[in-house]
């Protein structure tokens, strides 16, 4: 029957239509709109309907992740089964559909990765030779977090990479910060005992050395992955890395300021007492770690870090309206710098969340909550 219908366009005829023994609302049948891209993703079984039952459920390819939207018609959408007599002169509809699910391209829902990663992090202090299921709460292995995360499996690996996540025995982790420094102060240690130049770390002897200093050989990698950049590959396997200079100056800043705020000329003392030999550092570093405040003729500094903020936009506008209720636009930029939302650029993203106020047109613009 369908076929027959199809063939209309072609014939430049008609043909009527009758209801078929099975109409009904068939509520279990929905259409779907999709363009030719998304077409051999559907076809070839490449994508999965993701999302809780209190989630507005979202489909994702291997690489994309999309909002399901229903959109009404006004126009009457029949539905005809694809079978019976090609030629007939006489069509069966089985349902009115009231409208179609369109796919609108949305960014992944990663605040939950975040969330799920920081409910058990590594310390440590565990040996899972002697866990069970009491210790396993909070850990999540790579097909739970696929069944918790609205997210493609692309956008996922490079949310778990953006957290610094690592798999340890099976389970994504997310390490202590605290614990992360001891291993970089040890890895800085060991560099000083055996020479090693910080622009030329063999990965296989790094790892080797902390391994035997107690840690994880994939704590040992994961250290070099967050504080070290690739250089070149090693003859014979393994990678060298070079230490990047500002992820370990930002690294020691952010340690320092754990104590609280404090007077700027204490903070650039501590902080440069702190950084390894060979390094230096620059204010520029800090964009997006720190706030200032003037107080009198002094200037205070404190911790205030991107990473700590939520990763949507609107609760990420939010969160910075409460900590000030008028922005620089140089200050505010590095703390939106990260926001993705398909189809909206920055600027449209500060036309969505903000008021711009600028006094003079040569004066900074100013930002206020919306």
Request: charge should be negative.
């Amino acid at each position: 029957m369908a076929e027959a219908v199809l063939n209309l366009e072609q014939q430049n005829s008609s043909i009527s239509i009758t209801y078929d023994t099975n109409f009904g609302p068939h509520d279990d049948i929905i259409l779907l709109e999709i363009d030719d891209k998304l077409l051999p993703h559907v076809l070839n079984n490449r994508v999965t309907i993701r999302g809780n039952v209190e989630e507005d459920a979202v489909l994702c390819t291997p690489s994309t992740t999309y909002a399901l939207k229903f959109v009404g018609t006004t126009n009457s959408v029949f539905l005809i089964p694809p079978f019976g007599d090609v030629e007939a002169s006489v069509a069966s509809v089985i349902k009115v559909a009231p409208g179609v699910m369109e796919l609108v391209e949305v960014a992944p829902k990663l605040e939950k990765l975040k969330m799920l990663l920081k409910e058990n992090q590594y310390n440590g202090n565990e040996d899972f030779m002697e866990m069970g299921e009491s210790c396993e709460i909070g850990l999540y292995r790579w097909d739970d977090l696929v069944e918790r995360v609205q997210a493609s499996d692309v956008e996922l690996r490079e949310g778990l990479r953006a957290f610094s996540a690592v798999e340890i025995n099976g389970y994504w982790r997310v390490v202590e910060e605290s614990f992360m420094g001891m291993v970089l102060n040890m890895l800085l240690h060991n560099s000083v005992l055996s020479g090693w130049s910080l622009d030329g770390l063999v990965e296989n002897e790094v790892v080797g050395v902390l391994e035997s200093d107690g840690f994880l050989r994939e704590i040992a990698r994961l250290c070099l992955e967050m504080y070290g950049d690739k250089v070149e590959d090693e003859v014979g396997g393994g990678y060298v890395w070079k230490l990047n200079e500002k992820r370990v100056c930002v690294h020691f800043a952010r340690s320092v300021l754990n104590e609280g705020k404090m007077k700027m000329e204490s903070f650039m003392e501590k902080w440069m007492q702190k950084i390894p030999s060979g390094m230096s550092v620059s204010f520029e570093m800090l964009e997006g770690e720190v706030l200032l405040e003037k107080l009198g003729i002094e200037t205070w500094i404190r911790s205030f870090s991107v990473s700590s903020l939520p990763l949507t936009p609107a609760e990420r506008f939010a969160a910075l309206f409460r900590e000030r209720q008028k922005w620089e636009s140089m200050d505010l930029e590095p703390y939106i710098r990260d926001l993705r939302v398909p189809g909206l650029s920055a600027e449209g993203l500060l036309l969505k969340y903000t008021r711009r106020t600028q006094p003079t047109a040569d004066a900074e613009p100013i930002f206020s909550a919306r």
